[in-house]
């Protein structure tokens, strides 16, 4: 392992201030790896052993699994403010609530869910239900979970098996989550405060 501060073609600035909030010399850190004959080049490298790769631009299935296999720990920082259509939407509650138990988001626009009892009796097309509806709205929303829509996704980034943060501009970063599901996995952003991320790290 070893350091080479320098800059790249090419590199946005973008990519050079996300670098400049690490010291110097958790950045552009160097990695042999003798089984492939290659060198990897870590954007951060932090001092906790985590590697943060900040990504402007789309990146290829292969090129994903090479680099989630060499980092054991490893964080995706991607530039969402390039994202076409990609808008958050309403805040959601607490996707582990005890109470949301038997039931499931509905892949829309719109905050709504499901009963899974509707899904696995197949009797039809389930009710969809507000969280006006008697059995939900005492379920408050929280203010640091989001649903969003992304009409023009990545999708190799739905492969990717490291974290991955979206930076959309601003004073919070958006961190992409699953929740398992009968009717599909839901998608849905867990905002951060900006600092307390670099903090961490």
């Not at 699994?65 to 403010?81: A, C, D, H, Q, V």
Request: aromatic residues 14%.
């Amino acid at each position: 392992m070893f350091n080479a501060e320098v800059q790249y073609i090419g590199e946005t600035p973008w990519h050079r201030d996300w670098k400049k909030a690490f010291a110097k010399e958790f950045r552009e850190v160097s990695f042999a790896d003798p089984a492939m004959g290659q060198l990897h080049r870590a954007d951060v490298h932090t001092a906790c052993g985590t590697t943060l790769e900040f990504q402007n631009s789309p990146i290829c299935i292969d090129e994903l699994t090479s680099r989630e296999t060499f980092y054991p720990k490893m964080i995706w920082i991607l530039n969402g403010k390039k994202f076409k259509g990609f808008r958050i939407l309403k805040s959601l509650p607490d996707v582990d609530d005890p109470r949301l138990s038997n039931y499931e988001f509905c892949h829309t626009d719109h905050l709504k869910m499901i009963r899974k009892s509707d899904i696995t009796n197949g009797l039809g097309k389930p009710k969809a239900l507000t969280f006006h509806h008697p059995e939900l709205r005492s379920i408050p929303l929280t203010s640091h979970y989001y649903s969003f829509c992304w009409k023009h996704p990545h999708s190799v980034w739905y492969q990717a098996k490291a974290p991955i943060i979206f930076d959309l501009g601003g004073y919070f970063l958006y961190q992409l989550k699953h929740r398992r599901q009968l009717s599909g996995d839901f998608s849905y952003l867990h905002m951060i405060p900006r600092k307390a991320f670099i903090s961490q790290y």
